[in-house]
Structure formats: structure tokens, C-alpha cells
DNA sequence: CTGGATCAGATTGTACATTATTGGACACAG
DNA sequence: CTGTGTCCAATAATGTACAATCTGATCCAG
């Protein structure tokens, strides 16, 4: 699990949760990314306090944070469930992402300097390196490289928003592969957006981003779609 | 704060709140909302346990759904304090309701049934009606309106965050009155975007839409920059 | 097979112990 | 005399233990 870890944007709003809580937070929804956890699967309070050999009151406090960032349904009286990640809440998303990413990606073109392209550079190099070899060193540069365009952006609210969802969208796509024509699309995509944001081209780069986010999602959907049909058939 | 009140859309994800915890939320919500606690006021769990009559866990958790909502910071080790709604953070809601309400609004105009037209112009003769007579009614009656365009949108979890930030931002504009001038458009932008529904004409509504919202971002942001400049003056 | 009493299991609410923060008193150096 | 730093106590957050309440399922009686 620690090398699926991927920085936040910095100046995100904490959680407000206390130690206990906090780490009871990480170590839970490590545990519904992981696959650990079953979709559906019942989160009893008092068995979750023992586990984590602490109290109730934390554990109150941390399933209240994952239903916050969607990863649990909490029901009055009748407890917590692992939220079930299926195709319209990953499709829900990702049209949200491609709503927003744009606009971020549009004012980050006009205040990029020569350090934020060399480090998107940097971290390009590296995606191209590891060629997808490494799905989950993959999944962490890619972060990365979106983080650095949004992570100065003025609206925090919406820098939040998007890494929010980024979190649930990297706990779904670990359980699949990038089929070759999608590997390609994305080095392309990216070396694309680096030239267009060399360019100062706002508005083609906001155009390519959303194009990339919609392939994404629609990869993401179709690799979902398919085990969904082979568990079936 | 009865009259404040206004439905939301159906569907949307019920706070998971226990009876006590829901309605400390509300209650402390209103308190926020109307003013009777101040920016920045701290929140002390014990006192408002005592002021509600309950004990400390479902004031705890109405916290952090409030939080959750925005109207409330959580510090770890220092407690909740009122989130001062300023003018970053109006404009942070209102930038993400410009990227999103279009697209809720383009999907309706392709969904709508006579039905639903039916129920626009009523509650927009009732919003004629009133003429701004009464703020909150006004309010609400606006509320319900944009409610009736997107509470069936297939895309929940958009259709949730519009109604959040929605409530973020009536309790803010609660505050303010309208100017003529923005009566007037308001009126106008109604009046057209049903005519636009009616016609089938999902881009030109949604680019409406669009500049409905940022029209009413705006107007918000400059009476509060009037206010704040009357204060400091 | 239906329907209601019953009961185990879990959530929710209460009381209290523990631990962290904060502001102020006080001593001391400049 | 003023500014600085340390310690301490008050205050409040956090964690623990437990009581009360709710839910859902099981198991009979009809």
C-alpha cells in the first residue's frame, strides 16, 4: 500500500480529524482500495475499534471522513457499508472531472513558468521511463503530473474537489490494466498538453485536457464493463 | 428560519446523521446561517451539548457533517470554529456552478416533458408574483426552480454539489438585497431559458445558464465587497 | 404460509478519564 | 522598566467504558 501514496496538492483542507482518527481514516480506506474491504461489505463499529485496537469514538470519526469522500454509506441505525464503486458512480465522476480539470488546466497556462514546465518535463520522463511497467509507480506520476498544473490554482475549492476524486478514481483503476492503445494515447496526450501549455495555447490545452479526462473515464469504464461481463458470463 | 427552508432534490445523499446528530446539524446550520453565531466564533462541543440539550457525540458529528458542507473548519486539538464565508470562498462555489450548471441544464433541455414545463412557468409566474416583495421567498422559489431542472439528472453526485454550494450560498446572499438592476436580468435570464427549454435549444440554455450564474456571482461579490467596504469606511 | 413476539447484535447517546492547548503569572535578563 | 521565557492551571478536545435504543432475523402460534 505505501507505494500507492501520492502527495496532495499542498494548502488541501485537512481532515480536521485528530491522530487516532486520522491514521484509523488512512488505514481503512487503504483497506476499500486494496480490495481488502468487499463492496457492500458491513463496517461494525466495534470490531473496526478492535482491529485498530482503539476506541469507538475514532472509528465514529473516521468512517464520518470516508463518507465524506464517498468511499463508505453510512445509514441512520443502521451502520456503515464499503460503498460499492460501480459504473455510474466512476461515470458521475469523471464528468465532473471533465467539467472542471479544463478551466484549471486553462488558468495554469497563462501563470506556468519555466520551473513548473521543466518539472512537468521531469516528471513526463519519467512516466515515459517507467512505460507503464509499474502500474501503480504509473498511476502516481500521473497524479503528480496533473497536481503540479492544479495545484496553485486560486480556487482551492475546486483543486480539492478534483484531487477528492482523483483519490477514488486511482482506487478503482488499480484493478485494471491500460490496454496498449491507451498507453499510447496518454504519453501522446501528455507530450501534446506540454507543448500546447510551451505555447501559451489556453484554450487548446483546456480542450486536451478534457478530451484526455473523457478517455480516461471511458477506459476506466469499458475495463470495468468488461470484468463486469466476464464475471457473468 | 422555518421560511428559509427549501426541498431538496430527490435522491440526493441523506447526511447519514442519526435523529439527535441531523437535527443539531440543522439547528446549528440555522444558527450559522442567520447570523446568530459569528464568523470565526469557535464552537465549542460541551456548550453546545448543553445548549441542545444533548451530549457531546451528536454534537461531534454534526460538526463534521458541517464541516463536510463547508459552514464549519475543524483544527486538530482545537475544535471547530464558523467558516468565515468570504469573497474567495463565494467565488470558489460560484466558478464551479459556472462549469457545472450548464451541463445539468443541456441534459434537461433534452429530457423535458410538458410536465416539466408546466411546473417552470408556475413557479416562475409565482417568482413574478412576489417581485422580490419577499427576499426569502424569492429564495426559495429560485431554489426551486433551478431544482426542478436538475434533481433528475442522471449524474447524482453533480446534481448533490449544485445543491450544496446552493445552500452555501443562499445562506450568504440571505444577507444581501437585490439590486434593480439584477432583479431585472433575473427576471429576463427566467423568462428566456424557459423559452429556450421550449424550443429545444439545449446550447443556447446552457450558455444562458451559464451567464446566470456568473451574473448572480457577481452581484453577490459586489455587495459584499459594498458591505465590507462600509465596515472598514 | 403468515404475522407477530422475542432476542441477539449493533448503533446511538451518556458519563467520565485522559491528554493537548492556551493564556497568564512570575522570575529573570537586558 | 520592559521584554522574554518557563511553568502551571484552566479549558476544552479526544478517547474509553458503558447504558439505552433500534433493527432484523428467527421462531413459533394460528
Chains 1, 2 share one sequence.
Not at 108 to 132: C, H, R, S, W, Y
Not at 150 to 169: G, I, P, T
Amino acid at each position: 500500500m505505501s507505494d500507492f501514496k501520492a502527495k496532495p496538492p499542498v494548502g488541501i483542507e485537512p481532515t480536521g480529524a485528530s491522530k487516532q482518527g486520522d491514521s484509523l481514516y488512512q488505514l481503512i480506506r487503504d483497506d476499500i482500495i486494496s480490495g481488502r474491504l468487499q463492496p457492500n461489505e458491513r463496517l461494525v463499529v466495534a470490531d473496526l475499534a478492535l482491529r485498530h485496537d482503539t476506541s469507538t469514538n475514532p472509528v465514529r470519526e473516521a468512517l464520518q471522513l470516508l463518507r465524506g469522500e464517498g468511499f463508505v454509506v453510512i445509514s441512520p441505525n443502521r451502520g456503515a457499508r464499503v460503498r460499492p464503486i460501480d459504473q455510474n458512480f466512476v461515470r458521475d465522476i469523471y464528468e465532473i472531472g471533465v467539467l472542471i480539470e479544463p478551466a484549471l488546466t486553462r488558468w495554469f497556462v497563462g501563470m506556468a513558468t519555466p520551473e513548473d514546465i521543466a518539472q512537468l518535463e521531469k516528471v513526463q520522463a519519467e512516466i515515459e521511463e517507467n512505460n507503464f511497467a509499474d502500474p501503480l509507480r504509473h498511476s502516481e506520476l500521473d497524479t503528480r503530473f496533473h497536481t503540479i498544473m492544479y495545484e496553485r490554482h486560486y480556487n482551492q475549492h475546486a483543486a480539492e474537489l478534483w484531487w477528492k476524486h482523483r483519490e477514488v478514481l486511482r482506487a478503482v483503476s488499480r484493478r485494471y490494466n491500460f490496454t496498449l492503445a491507451r498507453r499510447a494515447q496518454v504519453l501522446r496526450e501528455h507530450r501534446q498538453l506540454i507543448q500546447f501549455i510551451k505555447d501559451g495555447e489556453a484554450e487548446k490545452a483546456a480542450a486536451l485536457v478534457a478530451q484526455h479526462v473523457e478517455g480516461s473515464g471511458r477506459h476506466v469504464l469499458e475495463q470495468m464493463r468488461a470484468a463486469e461481463a466476464a464475471r457473468a458470463g
